[in-house]
């Protein structure tokens, strides 16, 4: 942990929210269970702070990507049901079993390879299995999936604790590909008698006809947009910088990098000590063309002013009444939401959420 007085800027992390909004999304579907996916250190918060905040809200089942994540997340939560996302790793298999952590096999591959270790083991170990309903990224294809089922969910060498899909577009509302999906996943469900289903993502809590017997929320847990249109639950996050200095810059000269910006008039312009190297994205910042991402300072919202460099962000900040170095500037928070900076960088929450760096002075709260 950096301490704050050698920290560019504070992150801090409101550990309370994030139960509130898995329990929102829990109440969403109340015949379901509700995991939650920690994925990219729990999409850029930490591990080992997110699982045990989720973990005492009432998570019993997480989803990782890789098995690194896994075994972090199992020395968190050692009660826990634990899905990793993206398949095998042959050099890893002798990890699952140690942690307990459950693969999710995507692939024919993946499934020969785990049933062969669970049979070299002679036991048999708990898997899910992917089948893709459309996405076309991971998992089985519809063929390889019902001749697994073929002889039965009981036959296999491993244990089917779980047959999932992934949506590819549930967070457009109305997409016809969701539709489609919704009816693939309950088709194949047939085929894998008493064995639990998993379709909703995020976006898929707003779908009672996908819920089936695990949601899975990612981002919304984390208080990003996961359906267009809609507000997304409560924040998570909030940056807060103390400005480091404070200059004029005359009508018609230009501040920054590429001199993209150009004062409209006499201006001030606060710097404070976040750049892209801390997550915050490069793309957020002004032009003469493009008003960027928006910070508060003084409680006023004051356009950045110029690019975003490595190290530092300039905000214009003629409007924000006397502004002098130590003073905040938030750049998350009181009104900006997460998406707010990624829609002015041209990306989305998601990856603004797991940018944020490890430069920053982190305070968990509750």
Avoid at 14 to 25: E, I, K, M, P, S
Avoid at 92 to 117: C, I, K, M, N, Q
Avoid at 180 to 193: M, T, Y
Avoid at 306 to 323: F, K, N, P, Y
Wanted: charged share 20%.
């Amino acid at each position: 942990m950096i301490p704050q007085n050698e920290a560019g800027a504070t992150l801090t992390i409101d550990l309370g929210a994030l139960q509130r909004n898995y329990r929102t999304l829990a109440a969403m579907g109340p015949k379901a269970q509700c995991a939650a996916v920690v994925k990219a250190d729990a999409y850029g918060l930490g591990i080992e702070k997110a699982g045990p905040a989720l973990a005492q809200a009432g998570c019993r089942t997480f989803f990782v990507a890789h098995v690194s994540e896994g075994k972090r997340l199992r020395a968190a939560v050692p009660d826990a049901a634990i899905y990793v996302l993206n398949g095998l790793f042959g050099a890893a298999l002798d990890t699952y079993a140690a942690h307990d952590l459950r693969p999710v096999l995507g692939s024919r591959e993946d499934v020969e390879a785990f049933a062969a270790f669970c049979d070299t083991a002679g036991r048999q170990l708990p898997a899910a299995v992917h089948v893709d309903t459309g996405m076309n990224r991971l998992g089985l294809d519809l063929a390889e999936a019902a001749l697994l089922a073929e002889p039965g969910p009981a036959a296999l060498a491993f244990e089917p604790a779980l047959l999932m899909s992934h949506f590819a577009c549930a967070d457009e509302p109305g997409h016809a590909l969701t539709a489609r999906q919704i009816d693939r996943f309950a088709q194949l469900r047939g085929l894998f008698p008493g064995v639990p289903g998993s379709l909703a993502n995020s976006a898929g809590c707003a779908l009672p006809a996908s819920h089936h017997d695990i949601m899975r929320p990612g981002v919304a847990l984390y208080g990003a947009r996961f359906v267009s249109g809609r507000d997304p639950l409560e924040p998570v996050v909030r940056l807060d910088a103390p400005v480091v200095q404070v200059r004029g810059v005359a009508k018609g000269q230009t501040v920054g990098y590429g001199a993209t910006w150009t004062a409209p008039r006499t201006s001030r312009i606060a710097i404070v000590s976040v750049g892209y190297a801390d997550g915050y994205i490069r793309q957020a910042g002004s032009t003469d063309r493009k008003t960027g991402a928006p910070a508060r300072v003084n409680g006023v919202l004051c356009p950045l002013a110029g690019r975003v460099s490595m190290d530092l962000i300039a905000i214009d900040v003629t409007d924000a009444g006397q502004v002098t170095s130590g003073d905040a500037a938030t750049l998350l928070g009181d009104g900006i939401g997460v998406d707010d900076v990624a829609e002015a960088a041209g990306t989305i929450g998601y990856e603004m959420l797991t940018s944020l760096g490890r430069r920053y002075h982190r305070r968990y709260i509750d």
